[in-house]
């Protein structure tokens, strides 16, 4: 298995602010996942985070607005830019070592003002 | 982006039923899994199923990926209390993203 660990776990910002979620692995995965959900709901991907290289994002997401990090096999950042209260959600990042399974981090809740 | 849909949505039964999940695509995944997830926590994986007409058993949890590979359900019985959370299939597409389902909120009450 893989345990992973988000910052913050939760944070309150003021509309046109940026925040960055950092998610850590504590062992090398192949793959790892941004997701969105609201409280309740399904997840929706926003993107494949991609060592070394531009992320992939999913329709309806763009990098000016969730730039993504990751600079190696067990870190990764996503920065939510210019927030409004649209974007009030958890955010969770995953990793998957190809194995399809998939683990998560307990999600980072985020709320705008 | 390739749908999933669960249903039903929300389920409330008493302790000692059973029960069964449906998540149905029109497409078709290289595997599927199912994670429960409970309030302010992450979801976890309770299962991985790839191969069609596969059907794995987790004590009380039957789960059963469909013949062609596009759908697939979860049976749960005898229910107790702490089967109560968020239940989701998720698709793994041929490009190895994870697409989810729409959720299924289980209530299950003493």
């Known amino acids: ?113 | 982006t390739q749908l999933l849909e669960q249903s039903p949505q929300f389920l409330s039964i008493q302790e000692g039923e059973n029960l069964t999940v449906y998540c149905n695509s029109s497409s078709v995944f290289s595997s599927l899994q199912w994670y429960r997830q409970e309030p302010g926590e992450g979801p976890v994986l309770l299962v991985t199923v790839v191969t069609g007409g596969e059907v794995k058993k987790l004590k009380r949890l039957t789960f059963q990926f469909g013949d062609a590979r596009k759908d697939s359900s979860l049976h749960i019985t005898a229910a107790q209390p702490g089967d109560t959370g968020l239940y989701l299939c998720a698709g793994k597409s041929t490009g190895n993203q994870f697409y989810f389902g729409t959720g299924t909120s289980l209530t299950v009450i003493p």
């Open chain 1, 1 to 113: 298995s893989a345990v992973i660990s988000q910052k913050p776990s939760r944070d309150i910002c003021q509309r046109g602010t940026s925040l960055t979620i950092q998610c850590q692995v504590d062992s090398q995965v192949t793959m790892m996942f941004w997701y969105r959900q609201q409280p309740g709901q399904s997840l929706t991907l926003i993107a494949t985070a991609n060592q070394g290289s531009e992320a992939t994002y999913e329709s309806g997401f763009v990098i000016d607005k969730f730039p993504i990090s990751r600079p190696n096999l067990t870190f990764s950042t996503l920065t939510v830019s210019n927030m409004s209260p649209e974007d009030s959600s958890i955010y969770l990042c995953s990793g998957d070592r190809g194995t399809d399974t998939q683990y998560f981090g307990p999600g980072t809740r985020l709320t705008v003002l």
